[in-house]
């Protein structure tokens, strides 16, 4: 069930086993995927679906991401997902997301910030290019770190490179921001997951990934926490940080 109540918008929903890793917890990838693709959800409930916005040459791309896992989110319970507009400072128009259980208790906190582009040259637009008002709630508390902007760690080393395949796209025609989750974890020790979960992740995209291209991987970790970034033809493509907690 959907609804709106002061500017943010609810959704009754729940996480499904094949979103869920080996030790049956929704990825990071999953809720990165899941909250992101609601906050198109919310516009598109007020009119402004990603059809509409393209052919009025704009798409929003999110720029940077900072999650809080407070909880473990397990598949098949009753769930709802939350966002409202935080505001616009310079290009960015930040939006927080959140998922709280049957009980109303937030176990994931998110805090996001979006560029408006135009989908074909990819020139960032202003917040005044969108027609709607954007809300504006600095004021509310969201447990959960302000998305800052990364840059690559002097003590990443190199630890593989990776193809951009067919599954890893969307409907940008790009890499889906979820799949860069996968790309950091998937770099990193299984025997790390084994010990710790995630609690908190940093994200920032840089550079468009696309079908075909290679990317080059580099990876850090130490006493519950990792870095993972990516670069194609020597450009930063993401930037990732994690810290872990024990199961």
Not at 34 to 52: C, E, I, K, P
Not at 112 to 131: G, H, Y
Not at 194 to 203: A, M, N, P, T
Not at 240 to 247: A, N, Q, V, W, Y
Request: glycine letters at 6%; proline letters at 4%; charged letters at 30%.
């Amino acid at each position: 069930m959907k609804r709106r109540e002061n500017d943010t918008f609810y959704s009754d929903t729940q996480i499904n086993f094949f979103e869920c890793d080996a030790f049956s917890e929704a990825r990071a990838s999953t809720l990165l995927k899941r909250l992101n693709d609601f906050a198109g959800v919310d516009y598109t409930d007020r009119g402004y679906s990603h059809d509409y916005l393209w052919k009025n040459n704009m798409v929003f791309l999110v720029s940077r991401v900072s999650m809080n896992i407070i909880e473990p989110v397990l598949p098949d319970v009753p769930l709802t997902f939350a966002t409202y507009e935080r505001g616009t400072k310079g290009p960015l128009f930040y939006r927080d997301l959140f998922i709280a259980d049957e009980n109303g208790k937030t176990v994931v906190a998110c805090k996001t910030a979006w560029i408006l582009c135009d989908p074909v040259s990819r020139r960032i637009l202003r917040p005044s290019a969108f027609e709607k008002k954007i809300g504006e709630h600095w004021d509310r508390v969201m447990d959960c770190a302000e998305p800052k902007r990364l840059t690559m760690r002097d003590d990443t080393e190199p630890v593989g490179s990776r193809r951009i395949n067919y599954s890893d796209l969307d409907g940008n025609g790009h890499v889906n921001n979820g799949v860069y989750a996968d790309i950091a974890c998937d770099f990193l020790p299984y025997d790390l997951f084994e010990k710790k979960r995630v609690r908190e992740l940093q994200i920032n995209f840089q550079r468009e990934a696309k079908i075909g291209e290679s990317m080059d991987v580099f990876a850090s970790k130490k006493d519950g926490f990792a870095a993972v970034s990516g670069k194609v033809d020597g450009a930063v493509s993401f930037i990732c940080e994690l810290t872990f907690e024990d199961r």
